[in-house]
């Protein structure tokens, strides 16, 4: 199935984009850590970042605290296209903050459901048909039932990508039905959210991945990525295999709790996080660090 092909005059989403995770030094934000971070995985070759998202822990920053998170990635970037995360329940001060996020040089706004409310379909339909009137950058659907407790309709979605400035979604829907009738009505880029669907979404038409796992063994993931995107399944297939421990093992404990303790191990934060989000246990820690010096091996 071919890939969904943007035109002159729509963005192009495609490619590993890194869900950033946000450094932390005695309790405050660790700005020359994300700012060497965004460098580094510029230098490993990914198409763009997209902070204040769950793996960023936007839920524990105040909104001045996300605005300085913004700057530095889009300071650090060096050009490199940033997405911008926003959630909420809450549409008056929804609007507002994408009014505002929107005087950033941003490439979009990745915005989820409504959570806890949890509204009709006719109401998800407004909560982001509001947003994107209230954007003057593109947005994309963020598709995760599991944490806002919304699930967005197959023809709901399809009936979003009617509006002029939705232009993909980060599918994280758990529906491989509603996937696929997305990326076959052709509107939308489908962009997965769920690290370990990155082959299966991308082999069935999808664009690319925003996923937390970009972190690490970035340039296999990079290289992935494009002969996915250029189909060439077989070689794709011997960059994923070996992957697939390292995927089920980011995420065998909230999530960024194991990928900081893999990039603090590295060197490149500190292994810290915001309550109630909590540190990696220390033997998944060490299976980690095991696992991914092994995968670094020529």
């Not at 040089?105 to 982001?128: D, K, N």
Request: aromatic share 4%; glycine share 10%.
């Amino acid at each position: 199935m071919p890939h969904q092909q943007p035109t002159a005059d729509t963005p192009d989403f495609s490619g590993l984009w890194v869900a950033l995770v946000t450094p932390f030094r005695d309790g405050a934000v660790d700005h020359t850590a994300l700012a060497a971070l965004v460098r580094r995985l510029a230098g490993d070759g990914v198409t763009g970042f997209v902070p204040c998202g769950s793996t960023g822990e936007a839920a524990a920053l105040d909104e001045t605290e996300q605005l300085a998170v913004l700057d530095t990635v889009l300071t650090a970037a060096r050009g490199l296209p940033v997405v911008m995360g926003m959630s909420g329940y809450h549409l008056g001060k929804a609007t507002a903050w994408a009014r505002k996020l929107s005087e950033r040089p941003l490439a979009g706004l990745l915005a989820s459901a409504p959570h806890y409310v949890r509204p009709s379909q006719a109401g998800v339909l407004e909560w982001f048909g509001a947003i994107a009137d209230a954007s003057t950058v593109p947005v994309l659907v963020y598709d995760i039932p599991y944490r806002t407790g919304v699930t967005i309709a197959r023809d709901t979605m399809l009936a979003l990508a009617e509006h002029p400035r939705i232009r993909g979604i980060k599918d994280c829907g758990g529906d491989m039905a509603k996937t696929r009738a997305v990326i076959a009505d052709g509107r939308l880029q489908v962009l997965t959210g769920e690290d370990h669907q990155i082959f299966a979404t991308m082999a069935e038409g999808g664009v690319g991945a925003i996923a937390a796992s970009g972190h690490v063994q970035t340039k296999r993931l990079v290289r992935l990525v494009r002969l996915l995107a250029e189909n060439r399944l077989a070689e794709a297939r011997a960059e994923w295999q070996p992957l697939q421990p390292l995927l089920e093992m980011l995420f065998a404990e909230p999530n960024p709790g194991p990928l900081k303790a893999l990039l603090a191990h590295a060197g490149e934060l500190r292994d810290e996080l915001r309550s109630p989000m909590t540190r990696a246990s220390d033997g998944l820690r060490e299976r980690l660090v095991a696992l991914d010096a092994r995968l670094s091996r020529p």
